[in-house]
């Protein structure tokens, strides 16, 4: 058995649409290439799923984008945490990007998922606690 069969056997594959809009309520990354949504499994080995929207490409360029990252998904299948769903979402950028690129962001990506998050860190991104300064 080769280094590239385990791999493939140590990863799960999301197939379900329940499982796909599960992985979308946790944790998200994300890159110029695509996006990374990550959440807690009760299956021991690690979960991965794959998306490209029509609004992305035709069929042949999602079919490519896909391509691309399961490639990258394998380069660093080591990276993946045991008990945990994942799926990439694909962006048209990820045809252009280098091999090598795609595999570093994908690495980080997975990091920054797992990584804790601050208490103290003020919400930015809503509009919650908006005050009108107008008289």
């Not at 379900?16 to 994300?30: E, H």
């Not at 021991?44 to 998904?73: D, Q």
């Not at 997975?110 to 930015?124: E, F, G, L």
Request: proline fraction near 5%; charge should be positive; aromatic fraction near 4%.
């Amino acid at each position: 058995m080769t280094a590239m069969d385990q791999t493939e056997r140590s990863l799960r594959r999301l197939t379900k649409r329940s499982q796909f809009l599960r992985a979308a309520r946790g944790n998200r990354a994300g890159r110029s290439a695509f996006g990374l949504q990550a959440i807690a499994s009760s299956e021991a080995a690690p979960g991965i799923g794959f998306t490209v929207t029509k609004k992305t490409g035709n069929s042949p360029e999602r079919n490519r984008i896909k391509r691309r990252l399961r490639a990258a998904v394998t380069a660093c299948a080591d990276d993946f945490h045991p008990s945990h769903d994942y799926v990439l979402v694909g962006r048209r950028e990820a045809l252009g990007e280098s091999f090598s690129r795609l595999v570093a962001d994908l690495t980080t990506c997975i990091a920054r998922v797992h990584a804790p998050k601050s208490p103290d860190k003020p919400n930015t991104h809503g509009r919650a606690g908006h005050r009108n300064t107008r008289p």
